[in-house]
């Protein structure tokens, strides 16, 4: 059991934080993919969305923040002990690179806008320029937060799948626990 953590739930902040971090990170990935397929030139509105993509990002970085603080904080419940030891074994590894992926997401974007030539306009308000452009760091975190998004594609599907399985076919706890439930039955 984890020690942090002796209830059978996660905190109703964790909760909170998963919830609205789902929404939010779904809506900003697809975002995200869209817009950079806008074509550019000067009737585009592409400098449009590449500005909210990156002002959203930034207000989702102090988010996963928070919901890090939360997590080492509270702990997380264990695994069912119904569960089988590869099932334990792909959930723990799949929250973890989920938690790699609210990671890598925001820094990547951010440390690559930083060194693009473009300025960051957060809501429309220019952030104060702090380094150079560098073309070879813009092209390397341009990479890597391209690639992270397509890792975190991946990994929110099967945890999807495998969260329906919990509720709709094993019919166990699992899915609930990520629900407010009674405040007296609550950890915190
Ligand atoms: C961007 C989307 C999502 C991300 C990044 C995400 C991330 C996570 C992470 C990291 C955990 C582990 C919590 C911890 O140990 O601190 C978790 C748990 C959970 N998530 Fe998600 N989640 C997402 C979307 C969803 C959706 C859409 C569902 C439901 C269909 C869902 C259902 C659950 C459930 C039921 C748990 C509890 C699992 C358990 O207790 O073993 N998640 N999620
Ligand atoms: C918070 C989580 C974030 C998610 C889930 C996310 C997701 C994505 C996705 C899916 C793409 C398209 C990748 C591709 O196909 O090339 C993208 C591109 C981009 N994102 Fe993010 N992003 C996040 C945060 C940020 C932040 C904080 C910034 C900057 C402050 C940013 C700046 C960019 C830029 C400039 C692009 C265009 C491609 C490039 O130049 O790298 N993103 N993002």
């Not at 998963?18 to 779904?26: Q, V």
């Not at 997380?76 to 723990?92: I, N, T, V």
């Not at 990671?103 to 220019?126: A, D, N, Q």
């Not at 099967?158 to 919990?166: E, F």
């Amino acid at each position: 059991m984890d020690k942090k953590n002796p209830g059978s739930g996660y905190s109703n902040w964790s909760i909170a934080l998963h919830w609205f971090l789902a929404l939010a990170l779904l809506s900003q990935l697809f975002l995200g993919t869209i817009m950079v397929d806008i074509p550019k030139g000067p009737e585009s509105d592409r400098a449009y969305w590449f500005n909210l993509h990156k002002s959203v990002g930034i207000c989702l970085a102090i988010f996963i923040i928070l919901r890090i603080i939360c997590r080492l904080k509270y702990g997380a419940p264990d695994p069912l002990p119904s569960m089988k030891s590869w099932q334990k074994l792909a959930s723990s590894l799949n929250h973890k690179l989920l938690y790699l992926c609210m990671i890598l997401m925001p820094t990547t974007g951010f440390i690559g806008s930083l060194y693009s030539k473009y300025p960051i306009k957060f809501f429309g308000f220019p952030i104060a320029r702090v380094v150079e452009p560098n073309p070879v760091i813009k092209e390397i975190t341009s990479e890597i937060h391209a690639i992270s998004a397509i890792l975190f594609f991946i990994l929110i599907t099967i945890h999807i799948v495998a969260a329906l399985k919990h509720l709709l076919i094993d019919c166990d706890e699992i899915f609930q626990r990520m629900m407010f439930r009674n405040k007296s039955k609550q950890s915190n």
